[in-house]
Structures are given as structure tokens and as C-alpha cells.
């Protein structure tokens, strides 16, 4: 048989192979993240509404090893699944959609262009950047006012101020609090994630 013709077949099987590990596991992390979404945490400096979770590793672990939309797909079918039993009319689960989508996508986008840990660094740096910034906006727009549906805007703002005497207005609970705090957060599980990802990379991809 013609030695391009095998090579060709052993390409062609090698990526179906790619192709159907690709979304096996892309659907696997999303599981994981939707699990980890239950289980949040107070956020520092903050009232007892304002919580956080680490549902945002799997999928930065996707990006990573699938690139960019395996980390948007894990991020949609996590916030997807919250939808059942949402109690914020579906605001909640779209902001933590847009905050999250922007951190893997960056940071996958960033690491797919030259895959070294150098690059794994930047990338991570640059998703926890983003997502401070969508995360503001998203807290401006979407969750802030959603909260005034359950306390009056001052209220929500005071709440703040207990923790941070100086922020008096919604962009000052923004600017000294969502945006910090959700930079600090992606740096947390980018963290996590290169201590962790050389190891689970043979799992992930199915290699020896």
C-alpha cells in the first residue's frame, strides 16, 4: 500500500482520536465545575452575600489542554446546569458566564500561540487582568443592580463600607473591591493550575 496513503489513515485516525478526547473531557471538567460551584467561600473583605468559588479551574485546565473554546463550552454547560435551580432569574448564571468565559478564553488564547511555561505565566496574568475588568463591568450592570432587588442600592453599598470605610458609591465598590478581588482570584487558580497541570496533562489527553 502507498506509504502516504497509511500515513494519511494513521492521521486521520490519530485526530478523530483528538477530536473525541477533546469532548470527552471537556465534558468531564464541566461536571467537576459544576460540583465545585457548590462549594463557595465568603469573599475577603466583603459582606456575607458577595461569595466565591473555584468552578473556574477545570475550566482554565480545558483551555489549557484543549485551547480556548473547550474553556468557554465548560464554562457554558457549568452555568448552563445552574439555570435549573437558579434564584437570580438567570442574571447571576449570565455574569458568571461572561467573568468566567473571559478569564479561560484569554488565557487560553494566550497559551495556544507558543506553549511554554513562560507563556503559561503570561497567559494566566493576562485572563486574571480581563476577568477583572468584565467582572466590574458585569458587577455594574448585572449583579449590583440585581441585589437591589433584594435591598435598596444605598443598603448594598453600606454593606460594603463596613469592611472598606472608603467606598461610598456603586463604581467605588467596583473599583476597590469586585475589580481587586477577581484579579487576585484568577492569579489564585492560575497558580493552582500550573502546579498541577504538567501532572495531569497525560490524563487529559490521554497519553503516555
Do not use: C
Not at 457548590?38 to 475577603?44: D, G, L, R
Not at 485546565?61 to 474553556?71: T, W
Not at 434564584?87 to 488564547?109: D, P, Q
Not at 463596613?162 to 461610598?168: A, E, L
Amino acid at each position: 500500500m502507498n506509504k502516504t496513503i497509511i500515513l494519511k489513515r494513521r492521521w486521520n485516525t490519530k485526530t478523530k482520536y483528538d477530536n473525541t478526547r477533546s469532548v470527552t473531557m471537556t465534558a468531564m471538567l464541566a461536571a467537576v465545575s459544576y460540583i465545585l460551584a457548590f462549594a463557595e467561600f465568603p469573599v475577603p473583605l466583603s459582606p456575607v452575600f458577595a461569595r466565591m468559588d473555584l468552578s473556574d479551574f477545570p475550566a482554565l485546565l480545558g483551555a489549557f489542554a484543549f485551547g480556548p473554546v473547550s474553556g468557554i463550552m465548560i464554562e457554558f454547560v457549568k452555568n448552563g446546569l445552574q439555570l435549573l435551580s437558579t434564584s437570580t432569574g438567570g442574571v447571576g448564571e449570565l455574569a458568571n458566564f461572561l467573568i468566567g468565559a473571559s478569564y479561560v478564553s484569554t488565557a487560553g488564547f494566550v497559551y495556544r500561540l507558543h506553549k511554554t511555561k513562560k507563556m503559561a505565566w503570561a497567559a494566566w496574568a493576562a485572563g486574571s487582568f480581563i476577568m477583572g475588568l468584565i467582572a466590574a463591568v458585569a458587577n455594574y450592570f448585572l449583579l449590583l443592580p440585581m441585589f437591589e432587588t433584594f435591598m435598596p442600592l444605598e443598603q448594598v453599598i453600606a454593606s460594603f463600607e463596613v469592611f472598606i470605610p472608603f467606598i461610598q458609591t456603586k463604581l467605588d465598590v467596583v473599583l476597590f473591591n469586585v475589580l481587586p478581588f477577581n484579579v487576585l482570584k484568577g492569579l489564585v487558580i492560575g497558580i493552582f493550575t500550573m502546579t498541577v497541570y504538567k501532572r495531569l496533562t497525560p490524563i487529559l489527553k490521554g497519553v503516555r
